[in-house]
């Protein structure tokens, strides 16, 4: 039996928002079982990847190619990649007032999940109740993994939560909807070293054969928690250097510099230290 | 963005007529003073009732169209039957209701809604009520739950001593046409220190184009006592005007706790005109649940008098407007004694050129001490082409009245669209959670099947709305 791997391969990217460009041609792929980190300064393009990848409509694609499984998606609406098994984590996830979580994770799964679980359900009142009875349990399992209490069922999406809880809600719909490439943009930040460390401990739960992450982030933190085995780092709209772990570990010890003149764009250079000296004075 | 979405819903529910309804009694268009007299005859009423009707009507000739609000002038009033009536009898058991009706009432869903949790049903079919259940510890407990003209043979003193006491015929024009050609509509009493633990309701459904629905409804609420009564309206769809006026009086003795749900969908050329109001005396608690979709033209604005000190009111209404309606709706608070607290929610959303306005009094009277009152209304546009206003009129006499006024505008953003949509979500099923969600501060107060059926309701308007 040959086993399918869902691989997510970016070609030659282009990308502009309102006619300014961000990407300028980025390669990366990613597969099932693989964990890529994303690593750059602000105003690197990293988002712009994630939004890009996910099909947020303000994003242009000026060129290059999105595939998934050697399909393109880049005419696919989000909810369209999301049953292809993209999901994104989101840097500042959105308050939708009046939806429960509960339920709304319940629309979503049986949307990404598709026709197999709604014939079930059609099949009577009963089928309906299993079904619903499942999912409560799935769900309840996930919400204490992610340490939310059982009040988050019916609280509305994210309205209301602090910064932490919001960040926790999105790995929880990621461990509920099961995507098989998971696409985190910055889910570290805004959060302390021990929400770091609960939220990372069940993505690296997560992680295993059946699911490819690429996580976005510009410190290094979420890393001693999450092992990528694939380093990338990304400055002006490119992917500039891609390694291994050993490469995070380097910008560890030297920071964005070292980068930065192994780059020789002074432009590049300036950004870069301006970072390091941001991420020192917040830490 | 475009994406095909297919909703699990059946269309036909929404949209249908009996073809073999047979009318007896059916008059022809325009109203004048014998055709009241021939209402009154017909319903074999007493002197007084015909008196009224016909003071009424002088009233309404005279009394010109309100200049404020939506837009009357398409109204003709001449091309409108004001009565009509399917079956002489009124029956009381399932099995003698004309099978014809029973399919109209099977594609609405009301045997199932009874067999859940109904206690009465009393389901309005043109004029006259065909179909009156009450259960029999109801009975017991002296509970009357009755269609209106039923009431008035019944129980012809207590229906006098309270009829058109809240809303008097001179009140405004279509109270005073509806005084005039009144027909059907709920009459319920309430025993002091009487709950009704089951909601009441009543099914009301317009089938003859061009027919005029007057039903009238009387709630009376003794002392201490409890009831929740609920009227849906789904009507089908017609080319040409179609006039419903309808008055509800309510009245909360002191003490009794009295809600009044309706969820209304009229087809888009109805125009709904309604007074309602209701008396809350001392410590008494009054509330209006107020859900309003389809019509031409609704107007429509509940209203509460707080009459004894601690009386309680709550007004809380949803407007949807699609293309070519106006929703002109909203609820008056007025404050007649001291110490009395109301607060009105108000949601409405606004899509392809549809309009909603938002009308409200809060009146605090001299000497009423300690009010407290709270107001929001927050309004939905769907696209720049629909609109919304607000009109909230304050009267506050007293200087220690507590009174807040919040007021949003709101527009549904790309990102959040985006959002929901990256979970696997169509943009139209989006679009509708994100409607749904902003009316759940409504939906969450009604019975579940009314609130699957005001999302099923809200999913239909808002399909075609991708593009």
New interface residues.
Partial sequence: MILLLTTLEIKDLHVSIEGKQILKGVNLKVSQGEIHAVMGPNGSGKSTLANTLMGHPKYKVDGGDILVNGESIVGLTPDLRARKGLFLAFQYPLEISGVPLAQFLRTAYRSIKGDGQQKTEAKGVGGEMISALAFKKKFEEKLKEVDLDASFAKRYLNEGFSGGEKKRAEILQMAILQPSIAIMDETDSGLDIDAIRKVAEVVAHMAGPEIGVLLITHYQRILEYIKPQFVHIMAHGRIFQSGGPELAKMLEERGYEWIAGDCGDSSVRKTLTTHVMREAVES | ?T?TQTLDIDYTKYNFRDSDATYEYKFPKGLNRNVVEQISKIKNEPDWMRQFRLRSYEHFMKRPLPMWGGDLTTLNFDEMLYYASPTEKKSRSWDDVPSYIKETFDKLGIPEAERKFLGGVGAQYESEVVYHSLREDLAKKGIIFADTDTALREYPELFKKHFATVVPPEDNKFAALNSAVWSGGSFIYVPEGVTVDVPLQAYFRINTQNMGQFERTLIIADKNSRVHYIEGCTAPIYSTDSLHSAVVEIIAKPGAHVRYTTIQNWSSDVYNLVTKRAYAYGNATMEWVDGNLGSRLTMKYPSIYLLGPGAKGEILSVAFAGKGQHQDSGGKVIHLAPYTTSRITSKSISKDGGRTTYRGLLHVAKGAKGVKSTVRCDALLLDEYSRTDTYPYNEINEDDATTTHEATVGKI????L??????????Q??LS??V??????FTKELPMEYAIELNRLIQLEMAGSVG
């Avoid at chain 2, 953003?413 to 959040?416: C, L």
């Avoid at chain 2, 749904?436 to 501060?441: H, K």
Wanted: proline share 4%; aromatic share 12%.
């Fill in positions: 963005m994406t953003g790309e990102d959040q985006f959002y929901l949509m990256s979970r696997g979500v169509s943009e099923e989006a959670m994100i749904m969600g902003f009316m759940e501060p």
